[in-house]
C-alpha cells in the first residue's frame, strides 16, 4: 500500500482461467467501488517491492504504458542540470539542491541530447555553481554527462570542482587529444582514464564514479576501467561546467544532461541514467514517447534460452537464431552475440516486413572489430538487398540503403567505436533518407523512390554477399514510416519490453 508491503502469504496453485475482466465492479457479487480509480496496470508476472515503487511514481501513459524499468534513485542527487531554460544566464538545478548555475559564454542550443542543452567554445565558456555543502563529496561520487566534442584539441574539461592550485574532483572527456579521463583529490590524485578516444560529432555518455573501493569510468553504459582506491575526497571550492579556471582548461562542443550524485551509482542506474533524461523539476523523464503506429517489428532479444527470437510489436514476425549466442549484458538487459563469420537471425518475409514510401531502421549496436562489412538489417531479394543497415563498410563509418531499382546510399561521417554501445537509425519519409548516430542526424539524402519487395529479413548477417557483423546487437526496431528526430532521441532512452514495445 503506496509502495510498501503490508501483508504476505505463502502460496502455490495455479490461477484458473474465466470470464470478463470489471473495472470499478463486478456481476458475480454486485459489489461497486465508490469513488475515483487511476493508473490501472496488470502484469503477468510479480513486480519487484522496487518496481513497485517506480511504479507510484510513474505515469501510465495513454498510447503506449511505458516505463517498466527500475528506475535510478534521486538519492544522493545533489545537482542535475538539464539546460532546459530558453533564455537568460542561470542554469536550474533539478535535483532540489538550489545549485543554481551562471553561463559566462556558452550558448543555449535547442538540439541538445534531450531537448535544449549548452554549447562551449573551447577558449572561456563554461557555467560556475557556488560551493556547497551538497557539492562536497566524500566518501564516494558520481559525475555523469552527455558530451559532443567538437574537437579533441587540448583538455576538454566536462566537471571540474575547483579549490587552490587544483582539483576536488573532474571529468574530462579528452586530454592531449587522448581518452576520457576522471579525478579525484585526496591528497593524491587518483586517476582513471578510458581507453579510447571519443568521437567528434557525436553523442557519448560519460559517468564517472567511485564508491570508496573503485573508480569506475563508463562509456555509454559500458564500464571501460576499473581502478581500486579508498581514500577520501577532499573539500573544495566552485564548480565548474566546461573549463576550470585552476589549468584554463575548456571543452569545445555540446554539453548536456549534467548529473552528480555523493554515492556511486550501480552499472544498472548507469544504463538507466543514458536512457533518461533531466527534468526542469524531477530529474527523471519527461518525454512524449514514440507512437506504435507503423511499428512492424521489434526485438528486444529477452528470451533466456531456445533459438527462436520474439517479435515485441505483435505482428508475428518471429526470428531464428542461427551461431549467434545469447548473453546477459546487453545494452537494456540480454541481447545476441554475433561471430562475424557465420552468425545471423533469419526473419521469414511478411506483408508487414514489406515497406514502401517510408521506413525505419534502428538497433543498438557494439562492434568488436570493424573488419569487413557488419551488416545489422538486411532484407533480401534475388542477388540484392530491399533495405539495409550496416554499422561498418569496409571498415569505414555506418551506411544504411534501399532499393528502388538503384541503390540509394546514405553514409555517416565517422567510423563507429569499438566495444561501445551505439545506437543507430536510418529512416526514409520519401523525400528524405536521414541517418542518426546516438541521437544526432549525421548524414541527410533526399530521395522519393518506393523500395522494393524481397524476402527474408536477416539481423546480423546476409546471405547474398556473405557479410556478417562481429559484436553484440540489441533493441532492434523496424517501421514502415519515418520516425521523427523526437522519436528517435525517445527510443534511445527507451527499451523494448515484450509485452509493449515502448
Known amino acids: 500500500m503506496n509502495g510498501t508491503e503490508v501483508a504476505k502469504s505463502a502460496q502455490n496453485g495455479l490461477i484458473q482461467q474465466g470470464g470478463v475482466l470489471r473495472i470499478g465492479g463486478n456481476s458475480v457479487w454486485g459489489e461497486y467501488f465508490q469513488g475515483y480509480i487511476d493508473e490501472v496496470r496488470i502484469y503477468n508476472r510479480a513486480l519487484t517491492a522496487t518496481e513497485v515503487n517506480n511504479n507510484l511514481k510513474t505515469a501510465v501513459s495513454s498510447t503506449t504504458a511505458t516505463s517498466t524499468s527500475t528506475g535510478t534513485s534521486n538519492t544522493g542527487l545533489v545537482a542535475a542540470y538539464g539546460f532546459e531554460e530558453t533564455s537568460g544566464t542561470t542554469v536550474n538545478d533539478a535535483s532540489g539542491n538550489s545549485n543554481l548555475g551562471a553561463i559566462s559564454n556558452a550558448v543555449r542550443i535547442t538540439n541538445g541530447h534531450s531537448g535544449n542543452a549548452l554549447q562551449f567554445n573551447g577558449t572561456n565558456a563554461w557555467v560556475t555553481v557556488q560551493d556547497s555543502a551538497s557539492l562536497d563529496l566524500s566518501t564516494s561520487m558520481t559525475l555523469e554527462a552527455w558530451v559532443y566534442p567538437q574537437s579533441l584539441a587540448n583538455n576538454g574539461t566536462v566537471l571540474f570542482k575547483e579549490q587552490s592550485g587544483g582539483a576536488v574532483y573532474n571529468l574530462y572527456a579528452y586530454e592531449n587529444a587522448g581518452a576520457p579521463v576522471s579525478s579525484f583529490n585526496d591528497g593524491t590524485y587518483r586517476v582513471i582514464s578510458g581507453p579510447n578516444q571519443l568521437p567528434v560529432n557525436q553523442w557519448t555518455h560519460l559517468v564517472s564514479t567511485y564508491d570508496g573501493q573503485y573508480q569506475r569510468l563508463y562509456v555509454n553504459g559500458t564500464e571501460v576501467a576499473k581502478s581500486a582506491q579508498n581514500g577520501l575526497i577532499q573539500q573544495g571550492g566552485v564548480l565548474r561546467i566546461g573549463g576550470n579556471s585552476v589549468w584554463g582548461e575548456y571543452f569545445q562542443g555540446y554539453i548536456d544532461e549534467v548529473r552528480i550524485y555523493n554515492r556511486a551509482l550501480t552499472a544498472t542506474e548507469v544504463n538507466n541514467n543514458l536512457k533518461t533524461a533531466v527534468s526542469s523539476t524531477t530529474a527523471t523523464s519527461t518525454s512524449t514517447g514514440t507512437s506504435n503506429t507503423g511499428l512492424v517489428a521489434a526485438y528486444g532479444f529477452e528470451e533466456t534460452s531456445g533459438t527462436t527470437v520474439n517479435d515485441a510489436s505483435g505482428n508475428s514476425n518471429l526470428g531464428a537464431i542461427s551461431n549467434a549466442v545469447r548473453i546477459t549484458n546487453g545494452h537494456s538487459g540480454n541481447a545476441l552475440q554475433f561471430n562475424g563469420t ?128 562481429h559484436g553484440y546487437i540489441d533493441e532492434v526496431r523496424i517501421y514502415n514510416r519515418a520516425l521523427t528526430a523526437t522519436e528517435v532521441a525517445y527510443n534511445l532512452k527507451t527499451a523494448i519490453s515484450v509485452s509493449n514495445p515502448q
Open 342 to 469: 557465420n552468425a545471423w537471425v533469419t526473419v521469414q518475409d511478411s506483408a508487414s516486413l514489406d515497406l514502401s514510401t517510408s521506413m525505419t531502421l534502428e538497433a543498438w549496436v557494439y562492434p568488436q572489430s570493424l573488419a569487413n562489412n557488419g551488416t545489422v538489417l538486411f532484407k533480401e531479394q534475388s542477388g540484392g538487398a530491399v533495405y539495409n543497415l550496416y554499422a561498418y563498410e569496409n571498415a569505414g563509418a555506418p551506411v544504411s540503403s534501399f532499393n528502388d531499382g538503384t541503390y540509394r546510399v546514405i553514409s555517416g561521417p565517422n567510423q563507429l567505436p569499438v566495444n561501445q554501445w551505439t545506437h543507430l537509425v536510418s529512416t526514409y519519409d520519401g523525400q528524405y533518407q536521414r541517418l542518426y548516430v546516438n541521437g544526432t542526424e549525421v548524414a541527410k539524402s533526399a530521395q522519393n523512390g518506393l523500395i522494393q519487395q524481397g524476402g527474408v529479413l536477416r539481423i546480423g548477417g546476409n546471405s547474398v554477399w556473405g557479410e556478417y557483423f
